[in-house]
């Protein structure tokens, strides 16, 4: 069964740093999302994009973040200058369109030390 | 403020019974209704989903939607010990593509 790949699947970063979280959607999906999960909280959304734009953001997604899909497969979520709270399960999903079940990676987890 | 309510539990039935997962949301113009599974430490994966008023089964789960009342629920018929998880409620407003989440609600199957 199709599923979303995630890389890496655990990031140490120093405080400060800028990371780069990396996706592969499920092929025939269009729309794509990022989610994050602080330990113990509810899963949260970040962003969604469609058609080579941000369609959606909440406010968790200031100027700190950014996504890219560089090419025909991948999907990036960039982070910069790091925080001690940006430590979290970061989820990337997919959807074949957008009233369709979204399904998830497997996740990356990111220490912010 | 769009809200997703579930009963946090733990919620611990026996081998073999109905566990029964509750969700109550705030938004009325919600459109979509999901059902994650979350393992501890793992990623939330699909159960069920269901979009219109009414029951819609799948194997031993079964999904309940009542809008007028903004509930939905999750029946699992003979519980398995491998059913145990934090079960997450997830909901879709009709213009957004964002899914709300629940905190989810804990489930133990005892053997």
């Known amino acids: 069964e199709p599923e979303v790949t995630q890389t890496p699947s655990h990031q140490v970063t120093q405080m400060g740093q800028e990371v780069i979280l990396r996706c592969v959607p499920i092929s025939n999906h269009l729309y794509f999302y990022w989610y994050r999960q602080i330990l113990g909280q509810k899963v949260e959304f970040l962003v969604s994009?469609?058609?080579?734009?941000?369609?959606?953001k909440s406010e968790i997604f200031d100027d700190q973040f950014s996504v890219e899909r560089p090419d025909g497969s991948n999907f990036t979520l960039k982070i910069r200058s790091t925080k001690l709270e940006d430590s979290a399960m970061y989820f990337c999903?997919?959807?074949?369109?957008?009233?369709?079940?979204?399904?998830f990676g497997d996740g990356t987890r990111l220490s912010i030390l | 403020q769009k809200e997703v309510e579930q009963n946090s539990g733990p919620l611990s039935v026996p081998e073999g019974a109905i566990a029964s997962l509750n969700c109550t949301y705030s938004d009325r113009g919600s459109q979509s209704f999901f059902w994650y599974r979350q393992y501890s430490g793992k990623s939330p994966e699909l159960i069920m989903f269901i979009y219109s008023n009414g029951d819609k089964e799948d194997g031993r789960f079964t999904a309940q939607l009542n809008k007028a009342s903004q509930y939905v629920s999750l029946l699992i018929r003979d519980s398995q010990p491998s059913d145990s998880a934090t079960y997450l409620c997830a909901v879709k407003g009709g213009s957004a593509r964002q899914l709300t989440f629940g905190s989810g609600t804990q489930l133990t199957v005892l053997p």
């Open positions: 994009f469609y058609n080579n734009e941000i369609s959606e």
């Open positions: 999903a997919s959807s074949e369109g957008t009233f369709q079940p979204q399904h």
